[in-house]
């Protein structure tokens, strides 16, 4: 594809891995990020991984005069948008943020592409969008009942792009509709950095298996699954950033919006992680039973196949490779 691609959130966590990506793929990205939740040291590690510059233009993704700037002094052919708020109990406290970062910023986004007459787009969405699904694997015509703040923009940011795409059919949007990501770039060089104490399991995992964290509270032993506890499709994060290659070529080839989840088509429970997580650390993970977390689900997978046909896409690195990629970046640091 000619012109580079924007990646906004691109100095995140999976926004860094689909930087690299690209790179490799032979795309030129740019990092559009207001470092909210990353770290500049991010960049010199993408620029050596890609193998080449990567321009950075550090600005809010709702800012309209930063973005016309961006479309201007860059040859843009597409967009990647990742830049976005993703901790579901911080959305229950700041629903404003939340609704005006994760919609208003995909609608600056949109309008500021319109005018520069850029049609392809990326979108960051996720599995949270469905809430307790009723059947398994889930489809992407699954009904959309998110449970929280965080889902709802979710959902409210897909929509809208959709009747964008309804409007005005030379849009090619693709909305990714990720799963559990989890694991980092084999090299240990780039990873996921939470800020504040982690909430997801693996980089809890990675924390605890590294004397940082005391134990896991595993929330709940009797859900109706194998084991008791909550099964989720864990992908591998280098496997979503290829999503995202594959997708933009999709988009060079077809117009219109497409919704499509991207996961392994399979659950693992918290148990399983965590067993695999000890093989891969060969170490002990300290662990204790705890009540249920409110708004969690007994269990949900994709069902990825559309994204295996139309994208020529499939998610290949299993759990246990999810764990030592993610222990070998927590052994590096962890951190940037
Ligand atoms: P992340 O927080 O690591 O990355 C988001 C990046 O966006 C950060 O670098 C942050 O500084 C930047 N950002 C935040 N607000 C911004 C703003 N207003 N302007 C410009 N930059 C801004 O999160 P992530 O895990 O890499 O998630 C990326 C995207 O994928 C998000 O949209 C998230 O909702 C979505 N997603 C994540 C997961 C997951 O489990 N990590 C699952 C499904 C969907
Ligand atoms: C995984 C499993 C927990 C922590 C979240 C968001 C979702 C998406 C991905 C952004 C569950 C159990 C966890 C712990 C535990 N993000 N667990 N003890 O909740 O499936 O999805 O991240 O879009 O929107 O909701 O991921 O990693 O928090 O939990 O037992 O300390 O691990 O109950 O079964 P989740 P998670």
């Known amino acids: 594809m000619d012109g580079a691609i924007l990646v906004t ?9 689909i930087v690299v990506a690209l790179a490799q793929a032979g795309h030129t990205p740019i990092v559009l990020d ?4 990353s770290a500049l040291d991010v960049m010199p590690r993408l620029e050596a991984l890609g193998g080449r510059p990567i321009p950075l233009i550090v600005a809010d993704v709702r800012d309209m005069v930063a973005l016309r700037r961006t479309f201007h002094d860059h040859p843009i052919a597409g967009v990647v948008h990742c830049a976005g708020l993703k901790s579901v109990g911080e959305g229950e406290e700041r629903p404003l943020a ?4 994760n919609v208003g ?10 005018e520069a007459g850029v049609a392809r787009l990326v979108f960051s969405s996720s599995a949270t969008v469905y809430g307790q699904p009723d059947v398994l694997p889930v489809p992407e015509t699954a009904p959309l009942r998110p449970q929280s703040v965080y889902g709802r923009t979710k959902r409210t940011a ?5 009747d964008l795409t309804r409007a005005n059919p030379n849009w090619r949007i693709a909305i990714l509709r990720y799963f559990n990501p989890a694991g980092a770039h084999p090299s240990a060089r780039i990873g996921e950095a939470p800020t504040a104490r982690p909430q997801n399991l693996v980089p809890l995992l990675c924390r605890i298996a590294a004397g940082e964290a005391p134990q896991l509270a595993i929330y709940g032993s009797d859900w109706p699954t194998s ?4 099964v989720r499709d864990y992908l591998h994060v280098q496997d979503l950033a290829e999503g995202h290659v ?3 070529g999709f988009l060079s080839e077809n117009a219109g919006a497409v919704t499509l989840n991207l996961g392994m088509g399979r659950g693992s429970s918290v148990l399983e992680v965590v067993h695999a997580f000890e093989r891969a ?4 993970i300290a662990r204790v039973f705890a009540a249920r977390r409110p708004g969690d689900v007994a269990r949900y997978y994709a069902d990825p196949s559309a994204a295996n046909r139309l994208l020529g896409w499939r998610a290949s690195r299993d759990l246990a490779t999810i764990c030592a990629d993610a222990w070998r970046w927590q052994q590096a640091g962890g951190r940037y």
């Open 105 to 114: 910023g995909t609608i600056a986004l949109a309008e500021i592409m319109g």
């Open 246 to 248: 594959a997708a933009l």
């Open 34 to 37: 207001d470092f909210s939740n």
């Open 158 to 162: 897909e929509d809208f792009l959709r």
């Open 227 to 230: 084991d008791g506890t909550g």
């Open 9 to 17: 959130g691109g100095a995140g966590y999976i926004g860094s891995h």
């Open 98 to 101: 939340y609704w005006d970062v």
């Open 281 to 284: 650390c060969g170490r002990r």
